[in-house]
């Protein structure tokens, strides 16, 4: 699976943003998507995820009411809106995919294939 991620871009405080990740390989469709970011300075976090039926998603806290993930099948591609943006949401994002069964969404360690990340920058 290879992956492509854009959407990323330099917004104001209160803005939206939709990312998107475009997947090639067939096991997409039985891939769980998830979407993780890395500030300047920090971590690799958690931001949210898909199974492969869009049965169930899953949140950060941090952003959990402002983004919404989902994906279409069809067109291989996971998206990430992100509504309400806040500058503490500017970092680098990275679409990732597991074929673990059953996944485990929240554990980047899990995942084996990365896109390249979209950089979000939100300023105040």
């Known amino acids: 699976v290879q992956l492509q991620a854009s959407g990323g871009g330099l917004v104001q405080a209160g803005d939206s943003l939709m990312l998107s990740c475009v997947a090639s390989?067939?096991?997409?469709?039985?891939?769980?998507m998830g979407w993780f970011r890395q500030a300047p300075g920090k971590q690799r976090e958690f931001v949210s995820a898909?199974?492969?039926?869009?049965?169930?998603?899953y949140y950060a806290d941090s952003v959990k009411g402002r983004f919404t993930i989902s994906r279409d099948n069809a067109k291989n591609t996971v998206y990430l809106q992100m509504n309400s943006l806040k500058p503490e949401d500017t970092a680098v994002y990275y679409c990732?995919?597991?074929?673990?069964?059953?996944?485990?969404?929240?554990?980047?360690?899990?995942?084996?294939?990365w896109g390249q990340g979209t950089l979000v920058t939100v300023s105040s």
């Open positions: 898909i199974s492969w039926s869009s049965g169930n998603t």
């Open positions: 990732a995919a597991q074929l673990r069964f059953p996944p485990s969404y929240y554990n980047a360690l899990e995942y084996a294939y």
């Open positions: 390989g067939r096991t997409f469709r039985s891939s769980a």
